[in-house]
């Protein structure tokens, strides 16, 4: 069955430092989505991405951070300078069209910022 | 309020059924999901129920939605030592792209 994947699934990095975590979503899906889920916390909603363009953010997500699909395969999240509270798990998603029922998840990257 | 709400723990007996609650919060919300999280791993995505729905059965998984009280519950039959996670409703509000979750209800199933 097609899965959404990412990598690293693990990453550490210092305060200050620029991180990329990258996923590749299911083949014949067009919208993408980055979550984040801080340690015992809720899952919240960064990102959508659809035809090369944002369509969708939040508040979390603001000018630290940046998305984009490279080629036809990679949908990627940059953190330009990581902050200690930008730890977290790193979810990825997506969906076949807008309006779809429901959104894939790959397993998560795990970002700790020392 | 503006959450989507659960309780955050849930134990039960091996073999016994388990219902875990949610109240959502919009009631132009499409669809509602059921996400199961083990630890360490990412989201696995349960069942879903359209909001044209009361009920969704999936083999153990039983979804009921009561539209007027915006509340999903999701019913695990002949729990096992496997079904132990956090389990995560989500509403899709307004045909808007992005999911809100709940906190988690975190399962334990006692042998």
């Known amino acids: 069955e097609p899965e959404v994947t990412q990598t690293p699934s693990h990453q550490v990095t210092q305060m200050g430092q620029e991180v990329i975590l990258r996923c590749v979503p299911i083949?014949?899906?067009?919208?993408f989505y980055w979550y984040r889920q801080i340690l015992g916390q809720k899952v919240e909603f960064l990102v959508s991405?659809?035809?090369?363009?944002?369509?969708?953010k939040s508040e979390i997500f603001d000018d630290q951070f940046s998305v984009e699909r490279p080629d036809g395969s990679n949908f990627t999240l940059k953190i330009r300078s990581t902050k200690l509270e930008d730890s977290a798990m790193y979810f990825c998603?997506?969906?076949?069209?807008?309006?779809?029922?429901?959104?894939?998840f790959g397993p998560g990257t795990r970002l700790l910022v020392l | 309020g503006e959450d989507v709400e659960q309780s955050l723990f849930l134990s039960v007996r091996e073999g016994d059924s388990s219902v875990i609650n949610c109240t959502y919060t919009?009631?132009?919300?499409?669809?509602l999901y059921w996400y199961k999280q083990e630890p360490g791993a990412g989201l696995q995505l349960l069942t879903y129920?359209?909001?044209?729905?009361d009920m969704k059965q999936d083999q153990r998984l039983t979804v009921l939605l009561n539209k007027k009280d915006k509340h999903l519950s999701l019913r695990i039959a002949d729990t096992q030592t496997g079904d132990s996670a956090i389990y995560f409703c989500?509403?899709?509000?307004?045909?808007?792209?992005?999911?809100?979750f709940g906190p988690g209800t975190r399962l334990s199933v006692l042998p």
């Open positions: 998603a997506s969906s076949t069209q807008r309006g779809q029922e429901t959104q894939y």
């Open positions: 083949s014949n899906h067009l919208y």
């Open positions: 991405f659809y035809n090369n363009e944002i369509s969708e």
């Open positions: 919009d009631s132009s919300s499409t669809y």
């Open positions: 129920i359209f909001s044209n729905m």
């Open positions: 989500a509403e899709r509000r307004d045909y808007g792209q992005n999911f809100v």
